[in-house]
């Protein structure tokens, strides 16, 4: 880097230094492009043109340019991914080894097909991990049955997502009641001393 704090090092050389592939430097530079600190990017680019050929030439803020800790902590958001069907498979699967010691087998093109046309545009993320979460925890009592000893996802895909969901909305509004009379047994409490 020069004293402007310009570099145009090769991918290949970046990959080098860091012990990377080529596609790899390419995507861990373009994910520094868009991230900002303190109102400033991080890194810049400016594409040159010499003849037919296209070199990108890299610029970092040197740091009397900006003043990214002027009292504040710099905080970086997380950005959370939509979950895909593959994600929804996985926790069905890890959550299903943690209750029953068993992995799920599953028949990946079948199931994901379902998840991707049933659960997902149907649910909301936070939806579906309460699903996934109530109905490990209510199966053995409520549906298990001698034909289908543990849930499934095509039973989570059709009938049993909605059960799960309906029964996780009444177990919320039953705590809230319990919790309304608790505070007005200890108002009168109060009231009575």
């Known amino acids: ?24 430097v390419n995507k861990a530079i373009n994910s520094l492009l868009g991230k900002e600190v303190g109102g400033f990017l991080l890194l810049k680019r400016e594409l040159i043109n010499k003849g037919s050929r296209k070199y990108s030439n890299y610029r970092i803020p040197l740091l009397g340019e900006c ?4 009292g ?17 498979l996985k926790l069905f699967e890890a959550t299903y080894r943690e209750t029953y010691s068993v992995p799920y087998k599953a028949s990946y093109k079948k ?4 998840i991707k046309r049933s659960l997902l545009p149907a649910y909301t ?9 109530t109905v490990f925890e209510e199966y053995d009592k409520r549906w298990k049955t001698p034909k289908y000893q543990t ?10 997502g909605n059960q799960a ?3 996780s909305a009444d177990k919320e509004k039953t705590k809230a009641v319990v919790s309304k009379w608790d505070n007005l047994e200890n108002s009168d409490e109060d009231l009575i001393l």
């Open 1 to 24: 880097m020069d004293d402007r704090g310009e570099c145009n090092p090769s991918q290949e050389t970046l990959g080098k230094l860091c012990n990377m592939s080529i596609p790899t």
């Open 151 to 160: 849930p499934t996802i095509g039973a989570l895909c059709s009938w049993l």
């Open 125 to 133: 993320d936070d939806q579906i991990r309460i699903i996934i979460k």
């Open 67 to 70: 003043d990214t800790t002027a």
């Open 165 to 167: 969901l309906k029964l």
């Open 72 to 88: 504040e902590e710099v905080s970086e958001e997380v950005v959370q991914k939509p979950m895909t069907s593959p994600d929804v």
């Open 111 to 114: 199931e994901l097909g379902m």
